[in-house]
């Protein structure tokens, strides 16, 4: 099978990469600069004709996004980018699967069960972005994997900026015990891999089978840097006034303040079922 992986070198994109690789595929990174990546190819998906990037190729993994910058870059390089790869894909038949974010809903805590019955309510730039983009992509039949807490190496938008919350109030935001709807970003890109040439719906949930403490995540960072864990709590809007003068939203502090929990049964069932 050959796969053709866009933000290949990314955060996510690079664990797909990684993944498609180690199943022996011939796998095509597209990446705007070039990181020297075997099978690589440097291109523009807002400027360029997407055309030559997916002509040989047997499906597309769309993890290439902006997730900073004004509201009309994230429109362009979200949108503008996907509209172009998914049309290049759709003249050639050619299958593609969105990698999206549980931010379309407008809201980043409690039970996000099946994707088919969740209304979304993007409240955002990034989440109007990218589902604008995901109805390009529904609406030529692909498919749209909608991650919640990703995290892993490579990650600086989860555990670093928490730990740096939590450093500048010493303090644990919304408690030490919440658990939230999380995935290591290699075993994302394994269920991906997994999903490849099966039959899929046409939305699903990504995360762990079980919610993850978030105990789990800011631990080991604290350890290795020699620091202690606080000791008390702070509650989600109380962080939030600490870092809202940054920018950051209070559904981004949410996300790692309160509890969430993920129905994820049909991504694991067919990433593991047998091909």
Not at 147 to 173: K, Q
Not at 196 to 216: F, Q
Not at 247 to 264: C, E
Request: glycine share 10%; net charge neutral; aromatic share 6%.
């Amino acid at each position: 099978m050959r796969v053709l992986v866009t933000g290949g070198s990314g955060f996510i994109g690079s664990s797909i990469y990684e993944a498609v690789l180690a199943k022996g595929m011939d796998v095509r990174a597209l990446n705007r600069r070039r990181r020297g990546l075997a099978g690589e190819v440097c291109g523009d998906l807002v400027t360029e004709d997407a055309r030559p990037f997916v002509a040989g190729v047997d499906v597309v993994i769309h993890a290439a996004s902006r997730t900073s910058g004004s509201e009309s870059e994230l429109w362009t390089a979200n949108v503008d980018a996907t509209r172009n790869i998914v049309q290049a894909a759709a003249e050639q038949a050619i299958p593609l699967l969105y990698v999206s974010s549980t931010g379309v809903y407008g809201h980043s805590a409690g039970w996000f069960g099946d994707p088919a019955s969740m209304k979304r309510s993007p409240s955002s730039p990034l989440s109007r972005a990218r589902a604008a983009a995901e109805d390009i992509v529904l609406q030529t039949g692909g498919t749209v994997l909608r991650p919640h807490v990703v995290y892993g190496a490579g990650d600086s938008w989860v555990v670093p900026p928490l730990v740096e919350l939590m450093r500048r109030a010493d303090a644990w935001i919304g408690g030490p015990d919440i658990h939230v709807a999380a995935i290591d970003a290699k075993s994302l890109a394994a269920a991906v891999v997994g999903l490849l040439g099966k039959p899929t719906p046409s939305v699903m949930h990504a995360a762990d089978t079980h919610p993850v403490p978030i105990r789990a995540l800011v631990s080991p960072v604290f350890h290795s840097r020699g620091w202690e864990l606080p000791t008390q709590s702070i509650s989600v809007d109380t962080a939030y006034e600490l870092v809202k003068s940054l920018g950051v939203s209070r559904n981004a502090v949410q996300m790692v303040g309160a509890n969430s929990a993920m129905d994820s049964r049909p991504l694991w069932g067919i990433a593991h079922m047998a091909s």
